[in-house]
Protein backbone atom coordinates (compact mmCIF):
# COMPACT_ATOMS: atom_id res chain seq x y z
CA UNK A 1 0.00 0.00 0.00
CA UNK A 2 2.72 2.45 0.87
CA UNK A 3 4.70 0.99 -1.81
CA UNK A 4 2.07 2.28 -4.74
CA UNK A 5 1.36 6.10 -3.09
CA UNK A 6 4.64 6.81 -3.50
CA UNK A 7 4.57 5.75 -7.39
CA UNK A 8 1.91 8.24 -7.68
CA UNK A 9 3.86 10.98 -5.89
CA UNK A 10 7.06 10.30 -7.99
CA UNK A 11 5.13 10.12 -11.35
CA UNK A 12 3.25 13.87 -10.58
CA UNK A 13 6.72 15.36 -9.56
CA UNK A 14 8.44 13.88 -12.32
CA UNK A 15 6.11 16.00 -14.59
CA UNK A 16 7.59 18.47 -16.88
CA UNK A 17 5.56 21.81 -17.23
CA UNK A 18 5.11 23.43 -20.58
CA UNK A 19 7.42 25.72 -21.39
CA UNK A 20 6.50 29.27 -23.31
CA UNK A 21 6.78 30.05 -26.50
CA UNK A 22 10.18 32.22 -27.17
CA UNK A 23 9.98 35.32 -29.61
CA UNK A 24 12.64 37.23 -31.28
CA UNK A 25 12.45 40.64 -29.84
CA UNK A 26 14.60 43.51 -30.96
CA UNK A 27 15.30 46.32 -28.15
CA UNK A 28 15.59 49.68 -29.61
CA UNK A 29 17.84 52.32 -27.34
CA UNK A 30 17.62 55.96 -26.67
CA UNK A 31 20.52 56.46 -28.69
CA UNK A 32 18.96 54.54 -31.84
CA UNK A 33 21.67 51.13 -31.24
CA UNK A 34 19.31 47.96 -31.50
CA UNK A 35 19.98 44.51 -30.35
CA UNK A 36 17.88 41.29 -30.51
CA UNK A 37 17.11 39.02 -27.66
CA UNK A 38 14.67 35.94 -26.97
CA UNK A 39 11.56 37.29 -24.56
CA UNK A 40 8.26 35.34 -23.95
CA UNK A 41 6.88 38.80 -24.90
CA UNK A 42 5.36 38.80 -28.53
CA UNK A 43 5.85 42.62 -29.12
CA UNK A 44 8.73 42.63 -32.26
CA UNK A 45 10.26 46.11 -31.11
CA UNK A 46 11.00 47.75 -27.96
CA UNK A 47 11.60 51.00 -27.88
CA UNK A 48 13.83 52.47 -24.79
CA UNK A 49 13.61 55.93 -23.51
CA UNK A 50 15.85 55.62 -20.22
CA UNK A 51 19.05 53.30 -20.86
CA UNK A 52 22.47 53.58 -19.48
CA UNK A 53 23.27 56.09 -21.88
CA UNK A 54 21.00 58.77 -19.68
CA UNK A 55 19.51 57.34 -17.10
CA UNK A 56 20.60 59.83 -13.97
CA UNK A 57 21.99 56.43 -11.89
CA UNK A 58 24.27 55.55 -14.49
CA UNK A 59 25.34 59.01 -15.14
CA UNK A 60 25.23 61.32 -11.97
CA UNK A 61 27.05 64.27 -13.31
CA UNK A 62 24.66 64.36 -16.14
CA UNK A 63 21.43 64.01 -13.51
CA UNK A 64 21.99 67.65 -12.54
CA UNK A 65 22.02 69.37 -16.05
CA UNK A 66 19.38 67.38 -17.69
CA UNK A 67 16.93 67.85 -14.26
CA UNK A 68 17.23 71.33 -15.37
CA UNK A 69 16.53 71.21 -18.98
CA UNK A 70 13.61 68.57 -18.32
CA UNK A 71 10.08 70.87 -19.33
CA UNK A 72 8.06 68.06 -18.47
CA UNK A 73 8.74 66.77 -14.70
CA UNK A 74 7.92 68.18 -11.56
CA UNK A 75 10.86 70.72 -11.77
CA UNK A 76 8.64 72.44 -14.63
CA UNK A 77 5.88 72.14 -12.93
CA UNK A 78 6.85 73.83 -9.68
CA UNK A 79 8.50 76.69 -12.30
CA UNK A 80 5.44 76.89 -14.04
CA UNK A 81 3.60 77.22 -11.10
CA UNK A 82 5.57 79.66 -8.85
CA UNK A 83 7.91 81.31 -11.48
CA UNK A 84 11.56 80.58 -12.37
CA UNK A 85 13.14 82.57 -9.68
CA UNK A 86 14.43 79.37 -8.16
CA UNK A 87 17.34 78.31 -9.49
CA UNK A 88 19.67 75.36 -8.09
CA UNK A 89 22.62 77.75 -8.75
CA UNK A 90 21.29 80.82 -6.59
CA UNK A 91 22.72 81.72 -3.25
CA UNK A 92 20.94 82.56 -0.30
CA UNK A 93 21.86 86.47 1.23
CA UNK A 94 22.75 87.09 4.61
CA UNK A 95 19.17 88.03 5.49
CA UNK A 96 17.82 84.66 4.01
CA UNK A 97 19.98 82.69 6.36
CA UNK A 98 17.41 80.56 8.81
CA UNK A 99 20.50 80.55 11.54
CA UNK A 100 20.66 83.94 11.95
CA UNK A 101 17.40 84.23 13.73
CA UNK A 102 17.91 80.49 15.01
CA UNK A 103 20.56 81.62 16.64
CA UNK A 104 19.59 85.04 18.09
CA UNK A 105 19.63 85.51 21.97
CA UNK A 106 16.67 88.25 21.39
CA UNK A 107 12.80 86.68 22.46
CA UNK A 108 10.28 87.78 20.03
CA UNK A 109 7.18 89.42 20.79
CA UNK A 110 4.01 87.91 21.54
CA UNK A 111 1.57 88.52 18.45
CA UNK A 112 -1.23 91.01 18.50
CA UNK A 113 -3.87 88.12 18.72
CA UNK A 114 -2.70 86.36 21.52
CA UNK A 115 -4.09 86.75 25.11
CA UNK A 116 -2.93 83.81 28.02
CA UNK A 117 -6.47 84.25 29.72
CA UNK A 118 -8.40 82.80 26.81
CA UNK A 119 -7.54 79.23 26.19
CA UNK A 120 -8.68 75.59 26.82
CA UNK A 121 -10.78 75.50 30.09
CA UNK A 122 -9.05 72.84 32.66
Known sequence: ML???????LKRSSRRTAEPPLFKQTVVLSDGSTFT?????PRPVVRSTKDVRNHPL?????????????????LARFKSRFGGQYT???????????????????????SEGYDPKK???K
Do not use: H, Y
Not at 37 to 41: I, K, M, V
Open 3 to 9: RQSAKIV
Open 119 to 121: GKK
Open 37 to 41: LPSTS
Open 58 to 74: WNPTDARSSAEADESGR
Open 88 to 110: ADEQQTKEDNPMDWMCDDSIAAP
